[in-house]
């Protein structure tokens, strides 16, 4: 790891930082020491950084805002990649070209502020495109699937690609480069629509005080546990089985909203995923419902 911190410096690929906290960059507030951590300035020493991790075959993990992610408490030994520097964002007519590492909270306002509508729905989704992307994020009877025209990549011969919306395979919080993950998203194409600026304000004010009333938004958390079954609510199901407000160690199924695990009290990565799996094998027990987790465990091996 020396000698990737050092190349790292030679090579100016971008601020660089050593035994940093995951619990830091984590919306669950969870998580061990990442021993490196990057944010590469640009496209080129990314793809430099990726060649190197490669070649010295050296764990890494590309992190947007960390809001679908549950890190072990262990110790990260290896490399975690931000790409927060690439947060470019152009507007032409109605098709925004998004850099990854782009807050999508903070497009879905720009692109209100141009009059612009059919990203409203991603108003309260804290993540990047990159990450939104990546998990076909959406809320609301839409998603990302419904605006992406195309996506920008790095393949994992470290080469630039061009998926077309027809490549990207979206599912209901799926897609290709969630079942290929060793492409990353460098930059996305969306396409929307003009819209009355006052219609596309009032919905989005009107969700965001839905979101208040409704979900646990003064814990960490990382949105949604559980997929929605078909013709169904997961927070309905664990609701039903008598689990709103359980708790294991610092972790509890929120009182607000069953479908939220929060981190109530200094919880342990290790309480919240001890949490997830009781909350999935009692309802599955119980309902017969064989509930899909939409967060990602890394680094549990």
Not at 77 to 101: F, H
Not at 113 to 123: C, H, N
């Amino acid at each position: 790891m020396k000698e990737v911190v050092e190349f790292i410096k030679k090579e100016k690929i971008g601020t660089i930082k050593q035994n940093v906290s995951l619990k830091n960059y984590t919306t669950y507030k969870v998580g061990g020491i990442a021993r490196i951590m990057v944010f590469p300035k640009n496209v080129n020493k990314f793809i430099l950084l990726m060649k190197k991790l490669k070649q010295e075959k050296v764990k890494y993990k590309v992190l947007g805002y960390g809001s679908n992610l549950i890190f072990s408490d262990d110790d990260y030994n290896g490399v975690i990649i931000k790409l927060d520097l690439l947060n470019e964002v152009k507007i032409k007519d109605t098709i925004i070209t998004a850099d990854a590492g782009v807050s999508l909270v903070k497009l879905s306002y720009k692109a209100y502020k141009e009059g612009l509508t059919g990203l409203e729905f991603a108003s309260g989704i804290p993540g990047t495109i990159g990450g939104a992307i990546f998990m076909n994020a959406g809320a609301y009877k839409s998603d990302m699937g419904y605006v992406v025209s195309e996506v920008k990549v790095l393949t994992p011969e470290l080469k630039i690609k061009t998926l077309y919306n027809k490549d990207l395979n979206y599912k209901y919080r799926d897609s290709f480069l969630k079942q290929n993950p060793e492409y990353i998203c460098l930059q996305a194409k969306i396409v929307l629509r003009h819209g009355d600026k006052k219609l596309i304000k009032e919905l989005m004010e009107s969700r965001r005080q839905k979101r208040l009333l409704t979900q646990p938004l003064e814990y960490p958390s990382a949105g949604s546990t559980f997929r929605n079954p078909e013709n169904d609510f997961a927070g309905r199901l664990i609701e039903e089985c008598g689990l709103k407000g359980y708790q294991i160690g610092g972790a509890q199924v929120s009182a607000k909203h069953a479908n939220f695990i929060i981190n109530k009290c200094n919880a342990t990565a290790n309480d919240i995923r001890n949490l997830i799996v009781y909350v999935h094998d009692k309802v599955k027990e119980k309902t017969g419902v064989d509930l899909k987790i939409e967060q990602e465990f890394v680094n549990w091996e």
